[in-house]
């Protein structure tokens, strides 16, 4: 971030209003420029949402899909990868350990699974919220308007969609027979109907420019996401993309900065996946604008089969027990504290956010 380009001060004070060029200029930053935008977005970070950080505990409890996104490897065709569902027990249960460790949230995902209806899902949303004072947020991909009505009646509070990339073609090439536009207009849909949404996307996929990242930034912004996960494409060998490189962790970094500065409210994640790539992905993340920790509480024997990418994090991590008081320890180390609370968005903490300094 050079001042002579675009003059920090402007950025400062705009930097909910950044421009596209402006975007591309921070996410070309190096060096000071960089760590400049990384000191930014820590101080919007501290006035926007504060120091506690959320702790998202994800219940993945299928890894059936029926799409064929060419980079993930739960992809339909990935004939590689041994298929599990749990039972409703079995996610009830995984649900009461995480609760009982202080996860107030509890993220129900899977790939896009239609063993798993509309009804039956509903039905255990209404069963968790009966049991546990945690918010429910749901993330099993692109379904029917009815479907999400269904789950929102049942009280599930938020929704997970990822725009994964906001270039139609790129998205239309990368996940067949899916557009960018359905995307939309789902996470529309949600919105209608009562969901925090989130949203969220890869950096590093191939075909991918800054002008791309640029526009994915400005998509989450007018969506006005409640949450936003940004994390690095990993190339699976299970997957067509198993050749190409992968997203760097410098450039996650920055998007995830530069998220910070346009929505100083929102809740954005730490991600895994920066996590799977760098010892100190989620530490870093902390430091860059994240407020959120998704520690995975699937049962052992069934996260090591969520292979999504390869090397992800939580597969050599062990159980809940163990796990959320190593995520809460780093947190502290981190100089922040677990929150307490549900962590719903939209509650600004500073009104005040416009000039971090
Ligand atoms: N690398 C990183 N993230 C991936 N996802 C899927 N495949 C990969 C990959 N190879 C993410 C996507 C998707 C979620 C299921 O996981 O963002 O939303
Ligand atoms: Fe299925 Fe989602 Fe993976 Fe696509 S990204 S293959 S929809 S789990």
Same mark, same amino acid.
């Given at each position: 971030m050079r001042t002579s380009h675009m003059g920090a001060p402007a950025v400062l004070e705009n930097?909910?209003?950044?421009?596209?060029? @402006?975007?591309?200029?921070?996410?070309?930053?190096?060096?000071?420029?960089?760590?400049?935008?990384?000191?930014?977005?820590?101080?919007?970070?501290?006035?926007?949402?504060? @120091?506690?950080?959320?702790?998202?505990?994800?219940?993945?409890?299928?890894?059936?899909?029926?799409?064929?996104?060419?980079?993930?490897?739960?992809?339909?065709?990935?004939?590689?990868?041994?298929?599990?569902?749990?039972?409703? @027990?079995?996610?009830?249960?995984?649900?009461?350990?995480?609760?009982?460790?202080? !996860?107030?949230?509890? !993220?129900?995902?899977?790939?896009?699974?239609?063993?798993? $209806?509309?009804?039956?899902?509903?039905?255990?949303?209404?069963?968790?919220?009966?049991?546990? @004072?945690?918010?429910?947020?749901?993330? !099993?991909?692109?379904?029917?308007?009815?479907?999400?009505?269904?789950?929102?009646?049942?009280?599930?509070?938020?929704?997970?969609?990822?725009?994964? $990339?906001?270039?139609?073609?790129?998205?239309?090439?990368?996940?067949?027979? $899916?557009?960018?536009?359905?995307?939309?207009?789902?996470?529309?849909?949600?919105?209608?109907?009562?969901?925090?949404?989130?949203?969220?996307?890869?950096?590093?996929?191939?075909?991918?420019?800054?002008?791309?990242l640029a526009e994915d930034i400005l998509l989450m912004r007018d969506l006005s996401v409640e949450m936003a996960g940004i994390g690095p494409f990993i190339p699976n060998s299970d997957t067509p993309l198993a050749e190409c490189a992968g997203g760097d962790v410098n450039m996650t970094l920055k998007m995830l900065a530069i998220a910070r500065l346009v929505m100083p409210f929102a809740h954005l994640p730490a991600t895994t996946a920066l996590a799977s790539i760098h010892t100190e992905g989620r530490q870093m993340a902390l430091r860059c604008g994240a407020n959120v920790v998704m520690p995975d509480i699937t049962p052992v024997q069934y996260k090591k089969l969520y292979r999504i990418y390869p090397h992800k994090i939580s597969i050599a991590e062990d159980g809940v027990i163990e796990s959320i008081p190593r995520v809460s320890r780093m947190i502290l180390d981190s100089g922040r504290y677990v929150a307490r609370d549900h962590g719903h968005g939209g509650k600004p903490v500073s009104t005040d956010c416009k000039t971090a300094k």
């Open positions: 930097s909910r209003q950044l421009s596209k060029e @402006d975007i591309i200029r921070l996410l070309q930053s190096e060096g000071k420029d960089s760590e400049r935008l990384f000191a930014l977005a820590d101080a919007t970070r501290a006035r926007g949402v504060g @120091d506690a950080v959320h702790l998202r505990g994800i219940i993945e409890f299928s890894n059936y899909c029926v799409k064929n996104c060419l980079y993930c490897g739960l992809r339909k065709d990935n004939n590689r990868l041994e298929r599990y569902r749990m039972t409703t @027990d079995e996610i009830l249960e995984t649900a009461r350990v995480g609760a009982g460790a202080g !996860v107030r949230t509890i !993220v129900l995902q899977s790939g896009e699974d239609p063993f798993f $209806t509309g009804d039956i899902l509903a039905r255990l949303i209404g069963e968790l919220k009966d049991r546990h @004072d945690t918010a429910i947020t749901v993330s !099993v991909g692109e379904r029917t308007k009815s479907d999400y009505r269904l789950m929102r009646k049942a009280g599930a509070d938020r929704y997970l969609l990822k725009q994964e $990339t906001a270039d139609p073609v790129l998205f239309a090439g990368l996940r067949p027979g $899916t557009t960018l536009e359905g995307r939309k207009r789902r996470l529309l849909w949600l919105k209608e109907l009562g969901f925090l949404i989130g949203s969220g996307g890869m950096v590093g996929l191939p075909g991918q420019t800054v002008e791309t």
